[in-house]
């Protein structure tokens, strides 16, 4: 069974860091990405990463501020947000990939609220 499972989303004020990981097992998958969803907006890609962690991509608007990497040995994904500011707010997911099966697999999402 594929569980991709996201946690770590919180309340926090603008200028702090917040840390999320996504847990994902049941198959062997060869990237991963965050993404987020704000109201009244479409979900964008936040950060991706292959399963190596050699090649890492980010969005205009987090770089410099997000790290995204991978712990192997917990087979988790994690996202450091630094300095984050009132238009990092949105639910966060997390995308697992098997390009074996062809197929992408999706967290339920985690709250990051940030707001003074």
């Known amino acids: 069974q594929v569980q991709v499972v996201e946690s770590g989303g919180d309340l926090v004020q603008p200028g702090e860091s917040l840390r999320l990981s996504c847990a994902a097992s049941?198959?062997?998958?060869?990237?991963y990405g965050w993404y987020r969803q704000a109201p009244g907006k479409e979900r964008e890609l936040v950060a991706s990463?292959?399963?190596?962690?050699?090649?890492?991509n980010y969005a205009d608007s987090v770089k410099g501020r997000f790290t995204i990497s991978r712990d192997n040995a917990k087979n988790t994904v994690l996202l450091q947000m630094n300095s984050l500011k009132p238009e990092d707010t949105a639910v966060y997911y997390c995308k697992a990939v098997s390009w074996f099966l062809r197929r992408d697999y999706w967290g339920q999402g985690t709250q990051v609220t940030v707001s003074s």
């Open positions: 990463i292959t399963s190596t962690g050699g090649s890492t």
């Open positions: 049941g198959v062997t998958f060869s990237s």
